[in-house]
């Protein structure tokens, strides 16, 4: 079993956090992904302690932090007589 801080497990505080801040299919990717690490699934890493792994970690964060997801903003239009866009009938 894992070592407990405070009661709870870093992996549980992890879950937690990404629960916070993901929808459910980033969640699920991300959880599927640590899922397959636990089982040994190395993602093109060494097999042995790779420092690589949190080096590559830390530069993705430094690009994508600061990202924010696009959000669309729905406004309704009006045609007001006299405005230059009304068609004028001869």
Known sequence: MAKKKDGI????????????????KDYETVS???FALHNGVNFGYDDTFDPQMI?????IYKVHHTQKKD?????KLKLIK?????????
């Not at 992996?11 to 629960?19: E, G, P, R």
């Not at 080096?55 to 530069?59: F, G, N």
């Not at 959000?71 to 406004?75: D, F, L, R």
């Open 9 to 24: 497990t870093d992996f549980t505080k992890s879950l937690v956090l990404l629960a916070r801040l993901l929808n459910q």
């Open 32 to 34: 599927n992904t640590m």
């Open 55 to 59: 080096k590559d970690a830390q530069d």
């Open 71 to 75: 959000k669309a903003e729905v406004i």
């Open 82 to 90: 006299g405005g230059k866009d009304e068609t004028v009938k001869v």
